[in-house]
T-cell receptor, first 114, second 110 residues
Framework: SQTIHQWPATLVQPVGSPLSLECTVE??????LYWYRQAAGRGLQLLFY??????ISSEVPQNLSASRPQDRQFILSSKKLLLSDSGFYLC?????????????FGAGTRLSVL | GQNIDQPTEMTATEGAIVQINCTYQ??????LFWYQQHAGEAPTFLSY????GLEEKGRFSSFLSRSKGYSYLLLKELQMKDSASYLC???????????FGKGTTLSVSS
């Protein structure tokens, strides 16, 4: 069966510090991978998605970036965090290929930027 | 533009039936999804509809009308553990992105 791991679970960072969140998927090959952010009182916002190694699509311009160095690894980064970057960050995966793309979520990282 | 609307909050009692509505206006459509999210946790997949009609999975059913841009999630025999946020999401035409509504917070009381 497939599992998705996301860490850390919680993170408190000062404004201006860098960020690196990691997500890995097991039990599948060439998954589609996603990063979402959920701010308080707002819906899930898609930040990035990737259909393969090195292929990243950005949905929302911001000071965040994503990379996919390996097939089942997805990393969310920032060089300098802003207060507005606080939120609940969720990684998700879906099966490759055509058809219905059910997305399965990791446990999430709660980021507080102070 | 893309817009998904759901009621913000709903309340119900144990054993009752509740219907959570979702209306959408999106450019492109490849399915409508419902997720459940307990406070502080990640969303978990409940059901999806691609074609018009009703899909039933145990105590949960989901309905879709593509011509009306409308869906609902029906929860039967409510239990306290059903207290959660319910997220409606629409898949874009390519199936590469889900557009989420803000969610409906359901509170079930005894």
């Amino acid at each position: 069966s497939q599992t998705i791991h996301q860490w850390p679970a919680t993170l408190v960072q000062p404004v201006g510090s860098p960020l690196s969140l990691e997500c890995t998927v097991e039990g599948t090959s060439n998954p589609n991978l996603y990063w979402y952010r959920q701010a308080a009182g707002r819906g899930l916002q898609l930040l990035f998605y990737s259909v393969g190694i090195g292929q990243i699509s950005s949905e929302v311009p911001q000071n965040l970036s994503a990379s996919r160095p390996q097939d089942r690894q997805f990393i969310l980064s920032s060089k300098k965090l802003l207060l507005s970057d606080s939120g609940f960050y969720l990684c998700a995966w879906s099966p490759p290929g055509g058809g219905i793309y059910i997305q399965y979520f990791g446990a999430g990282t709660r980021l507080s930027v102070l | 533009g893309q817009n998904i609307d759901q009621p913000t909050e709903m309340t119900a009692t144990e054993g009752a039936i509740v219907q959570i509505n979702c209306t959408y206006q999106t450019s492109g459509f490849n399915g409508l999804f419902w997720y459940q999210q307990h406070a502080g946790e990640a969303p978990t997949f409940l059901s999806y509809n691609v074609l018009d009609g009703l899909e039933e999975k145990g105590r949960f059913s989901s309905f879709l009308s593509r011509s009306k841009g409308y869906s609902y999630l029906l929860l039967k025999e409510l239990q306290m553990k059903d207290s959660a946020s319910y997220l409606c999401a629409v898949s874009n035409q390519a199936g590469t992105a889900l557009i989420f509504g803000k969610g409906t917070t359901l509170s079930v009381s005894s």
